[in-house]
């Protein structure tokens, strides 16, 4: 009989172990994936470190799952098998919380997460909510989907939903799984894009993806620089540095936005002064909902964006999370099941 190999975690701070499952069958309002692919996202350390409040063990992670809908249960409407399906961080809503009944999901107080309060994609099937499934668009390759279900979606929303306009400067901070995915989209977006990075590097790369423009933080002030081109109306900080981040809030424009999608562990220190005169913000931003990640395959196809990837199969589950780990991976690392 077929069995489902997954890669899970059975204590925080533990190693991954390969092991066979049975396949599991959908519950209510599920579906059944069969996962092409599954990136690996930092925040994936939540659970192999324990960082999660409340999280139970054992547990597979892995919030970008692309697959095939492989079964279905009956009270499934508008998903049936053979459908191709991405999921992502946010696993499934109530529907009945006061942030449901305004139908803004995304900030659900009993959301599901996908690899965090539900198995996730490290696996070779998964069970899936059917209000958390995107629908892939033709000419997207499972591998390549994996991270926009996470680095993708959390960018391209965020950029999205923001006060910027077309022919707007906006600068992206950090040149990583997030930061190269933020230019392509802002590019394709129609803003005028400045990459900062630390050190020249990335200038090259930076460049390819669209930015018209690249800062090196190390060898010069960004805030500076970011004035001399008039100040962005906006700056997508996607490295997770909080001096870096702060270092920017002066390279704003009059009335610009800084908006954090990429979490620093430590306090970010910012004075008033610099917020209330130029009337500036700062924001964070969560991922999406399944409609925004399938509106982000969908612009990707269309667009030509795509993560810069490698590849690992599943029994490699450890050398592709200390690849990770390692920061050193150009950008996202990506499990494949077949
Ligand atoms: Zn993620
Ligand atoms: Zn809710």
């Known amino acids: 009989m077929a069995r489902n190999l997954v890669a899970q975690l059975s204590k925080a701070g533990g190693d991954f172990e390969l092991v066979e499952r049975e396949i599991p069958t959908p519950g209510p309002g599920e579906v059944r994936i069969k996962v092409k692919a599954c990136g690996i996202c930092f925040s994936d350390h939540m659970v192999k470190d324990g ?46 919380c006061p942030s449901c009944r305004r139908g803004d999901f995304v900030t659900c107080v009993n959301q599901a997460i996908t690899g965090i309060t539900r198995d996730g994609g490290y696996a070779q099937y998964v069970l899936a909510r059917q209000e958390a499934l995107a629908l892939l668009p033709d000419g997207l390759a499972s591998a390549e989907a994996g991270p926009l279900m996470c680095a993708g979606v959390t960018t391209f929303n965020a950029l999205r939903n ?24 802002a590019a394709k977006s129609g803003y005028r894009v400045v990459g900062i990075g630390r050190g020249p ?16 933080s190390k060898a010069t002030t960004a805030a500076e620089e970011l004035r001399k081109l008039g100040g962005a109306k906006l700056i997508l900080a996607t490295a997770p540095n909080a001096k870096a981040i702060t270092d920017l809030v002066d390279g704003l424009s ?14 970010m220190e910012i004075s008033a002064v610099q917020l209330i005169p130029a009337r500036r ?18 612009f990707s196809a269309f667009a030509g964006v795509r993560p810069m990837i490698e590849r690992y199969p599943l ?24």
């Open 51 to 96: 960082a999660w409040p409340g999280l139970t063990y054992p547990r597979v992670p892995g919030h970008e799952v692309v697959g095939v809908i492989d079964a279905a249960d009956a009270g499934v409407t508008g998903w049936k098998k053979g459908d191709r399906v991405g999921v992502g961080w946010h696993g499934g809503h109530d529907f009945v």
């Open 162 to 185: 923001s006060g910027a306009r077309a022919g707007d400067l906006v600068g992206v901070l950090g040149i990583g799984g997030l930061g190269h995915l933020g230019i392509q989209y």
């Open 201 to 216: 590097e990335n200038a090259e790369l930076a460049k390819r993806l669209g930015a018209l423009a690249y800062i090196d």
């Open 254 to 267: 009059v009335g610009g936005e800084l908006l954090i999608v990429g979490a620093p562990f430590e306090p």
């Open 281 to 298: 913000a700062i924001q964070g931003w969560p991922s999406g909902t399944a409609m925004d990640s399938q509106e982000t395959l969908e």
């Open 315 to 338: 029994t490699k589950v450890k050398d592709a999370y200390e690849r990770m780990a390692s920061g050193h991976a150009e950008f996202r690392v990506v499990l494949t099941m077949d």
